[in-house]
């Protein structure tokens, strides 16, 4: 442990690299030349992303006021960089550059930066509900505004969006911040109740309703909810009949139970949630237009993780911590190559998808490090030997044949020792900047 120097004392000038508002490269500091061994010339026109790679840099766009330091890895060097955000260019200045510091280090100074300088205390304890809700876009934090406001009032809302992202926990998020969070939070998820059964479980029933009722009858979801708030979840999914019935609790704010004489008079919030668009089933006759124009007064769309990807490494810290708790692990940090891929898989089940992934990797992690699991290598080396596969007959240019003996000797190398880059760089007797940047050059992921 003797050369592991204490990260602050290594925070120098690495130099820095610019970028147009496209992310290509415009220009390149001497110093940062100097210090990752490469030419201006080389660097010229190149995508930013071939540089410093593991940071989703494309998309961060507008929230880097936020965030302006961020942890990447430049032609393979872990990297703490700044950057800032001009007119129309970016500034990406290396301010530690993290050769022989022991990675969870930095990346625990790299979370301390990150970290909102605001302690929970100090903010409007009212809030303190929308603090579970992780997320650092622009794109949530506006959600987040819209919600509180919403909240405090007595209007429906209409939660749209994607499966997996959230939904529910805003829904939770606006009754917790209601006048009415110390009455029941009722969920109801129309998909889930059986047809038959859903007048009775939703709007109660009198004694003798049916056979098999109970005696003395029993009070539906929406009695139980009195005074709270009535989560109603794929409300798309209600019956044309039961959407009938549910209207007459919206306008008139009062429930009959089945096989009942009377109507009791409710008093709730409905918060409504879909990930269907309701205008096109409204259009198809298959929801009922008076329901969804009831529903309608507000909406709080939520955008898939796809178009917010800067929550992504939040939200994978926050499920690490969860799951370090639960299922007693101490992971503190990520390999750059799968925070890589991470930030690029697409997550079509959104954030509960995400929230798996970790859940199923941080049952078989094995010590602090979460690792590109081996299943996901394939993908990365088959690439390789595509690309190493070739006519053998006909002799190709030297530069072609020099690509192709080099992307073949990289593929092997890293197929050889299951992926890890450090062990391939030293069997290939090559500096492990120097393989990061061929896999860069060859494009090998
Ligand atoms: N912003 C977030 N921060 C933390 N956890 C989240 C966030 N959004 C969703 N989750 C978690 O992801 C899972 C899916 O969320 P959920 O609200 O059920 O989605 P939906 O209702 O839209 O399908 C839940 O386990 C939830 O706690
Ligand atoms: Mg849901």
Redesign the pocket.
């Known amino acids: 442990m003797e050369n592991v120097k204490p990260v602050q004392k290594q925070i120098e000038d690495w130099g820095y690299l610019v970028s147009d508002e496209n992310g290509i490269v415009m220009g390149v500091s001497p110093g940062f030349c100097q210090q990752f061994s490469v030419k201006q010339s080389e660097l010229a026109d190149v995508p930013i992303d071939h540089v410093i790679q593991g940071i989703p840099l494309k998309n961060y766009k507008q929230s880097f006021g936020r965030k302006p330091v961020i942890f990447g890895l430049v032609f393979g060097y872990a990297c703490l960089i700044r950057v800032t955000q001009e007119l129309n260019h970016n500034l990406y200045h290396v301010i530690l550059r993290v050769d022989e510091v022991d990675r969870s280090e930095i990346i625990s100074f790299a979370n301390a930066l990150d970290k909102p300088k605001v302690k929970k205390e100090a903010r409007n304890s009212s809030r303190y509900s929308f603090e ?4 650092e876009s622009q794109a949530i934090a506006q959600i987040k505004e819209l919600a509180a406001r919403i909240a405090t009032s007595n209007s429906t809302v209409l939660i749209t ?1 994607e ?7 805003f829904a939770q998020a606006i009754h917790e911040l209601s006048s009415r969070k110390s009455h029941p939070f009722v969920a109801v998820n129309c998909a889930a109740i059986p047809d038959e059964l859903f007048e009775s479980e939703v709007f109660g029933y009198e004694a003798g309703a049916f056979s098999g009722a109970k005696k003395e009858g029993k009070p539906g979801k929406i009695e139980q909810a009195q005074n709270g708030t009535l989560f109603l979840d794929e409300i798309s999914e209600l019956t044309y009949q039961a959407q009938g019935k549910l209207l007459r609790v919206l306008q008139e704010r009062e429930v009959e139970r089945l096989g009942g004489t009377g109507s009791k008079l409710v008093d709730i919030r409905i918060v409504a ?1 879909t990930n269907r668009d309701l205008k096109t089933l409204v259009q198809e006759g298959k929801f009922r237009q008076d329901l969804y124009y009831r529903l309608y007064v507000f909406e709080l769309k939520i955008p898939s993780l796809r178009q917010r990807k800067e929550d992504i490494l939040p ?1 994978t810290y ?1 499920f690490i911590d969860e799951f370090n708790e639960k299922l007693n692990q101490n992971v503190k940090y990520i390999e750059p190559e799968l925070q890589e891929w991470i930030l690029n898989h697409e997550w079509p089940g959104n ?2 998808e995400l ?1 798996a992934y970790i859940e199923r990797e941080m049952n078989m992690v094995d010590g602090p490090t979460l690792a590109v699991h081996s299943l996901y290598m394939p993908l990365i080396l088959n690439r390789a030997d595509e690309q190493s596969e070739s006519n053998e007959s006909t002799l190709l240019s030297l530069v072609e044949e020099v690509r192709k003996a080099e992307v073949s000797a990289i593929a092997r190398a890293l197929r050889e020792c299951d992926g890890n880059r450090t062990l391939a760089a030293q069997k290939l007797d090559i500096h492990l900047a120097s393989l990061y940047r061929k896999i860069a050059k060859y494009n090998l992921k």
């Open positions: 579970e809700i992780t997320g969006g499966s997996g992202t959230g939904k529910e926990l949630a939200l926050h954030i509960r929230k």
